[in-house]
């Protein structure tokens, strides 16, 4: 497919996880990515890297210009970069509230602010935010982290009114519980990392965790041009968690 032939799409937190597994289905499809990351070494040789600290606006303000004096243009924008928290609201103090809510929240603002003069030149201009199951849902543990998320949401969605003017469709995905590199690195922060993974799963109706292919794939189908009529929407890639109630635990079946 070539649906996303002669445009440029930039991805930040692109280096790793759902942002690496998305930069390259849309280089696949036809797009020019540009990786905007604190560590852009050793990407794939169809992906192009550029240093970028989305917590400050210098660095966000240099990239973009960068991008768009390397490509010409900026047509897709995937906030993807974000950090996590734990613990419940008395958990974290107010520097790592600040933090949190300041690359998770305002660095979407920052990115999508230094991005716009070309996305209003684009035929095909699209913000895609990275959000999650945790925005709709409570979970135990993630006052910080779900805070943050659920801003997100609400930024997707007063976005994508604010921007229907300027023809910019902004859309938003909301993982479950992923396999990705940072989850990898909480497990291994329990007691029992193996009996965390299963209770991760279990939580999740189909009774595994999403991949990263399978977020990469709901970003990009929100990115694409031939979904040019779809714009605040919030599409969960969860395994069921945020709509279904299972009266027990799912057996898989062979197919």
Excluded at 83 to 98: F, L, T
Excluded at 108 to 136: D, E, F, G, Y
Excluded at 241 to 255: A, E, H, T
Aim: aromatic letters at 4%; a negative charge; charged letters at 20%.
């Amino acid at each position: 497919m070539s649906d996303f032939g002669g445009l440029v799409a930039v991805v930040t937190g692109g280096a790793s996880g759902i942002g690496l597994a998305t930069a390259g289905l849309l280089a696949s499809r036809g797009a020019s990515v540009a990786v905007l990351d604190l560590k852009p070494e050793g990407l794939p040789e169809e992906l192009t890297g550029f240093r970028a600290d989305v917590s400050s606006n210098d660095e966000v303000v240099a990239a973009i210009g960068a991008v768009a004096e390397r490509f010409g243009r900026i047509d897709i924008v995937v906030n993807n970069a974000g950090i996590g928290a734990q613990g419940d609201v008395a958990a974290n103090e107010d520097d790592e509230w600040h933090r949190v809510l300041d690359i998770n929240v305002v660095g979407m603002a920052r990115v999508s602010r230094a991005a716009l003069p070309h996305l209003r030149k684009s035929p095909a201009a699209a913000i895609i935010n990275t959000c999650s199951i945790a925005a709709w849902a409570g979970l135990s543990s993630r006052a910080l982290y779900s805070a943050s998320k659920g801003a997100v949401l609400s930024l997707t969605l007063a976005m994508a009114t604010d921007h229907l003017p300027d023809h910019i469709r902004v859309n938003c995905v909301c993982p479950g519980t992923a396999d990705t590199p940072w989850v990898g690195r909480l497990l291994d922060t329990a007691p029992d990392p193996e009996a965390e993974r299963a209770a991760l799963a279990a939580r999740q109706p189909m009774g595994r965790l999403v991949s990263a292919d399978e977020v990469a794939n709901a970003i990009v189908y929100l990115a694409s041009p031939l979904s040019a009529s779809t714009t605040g929407t919030a599409l969960a890639v969860d395994g069921g968690m945020y709509g279904l109630r299972p009266r027990g635990p799912v057996k898989n079946q062979p197919l």
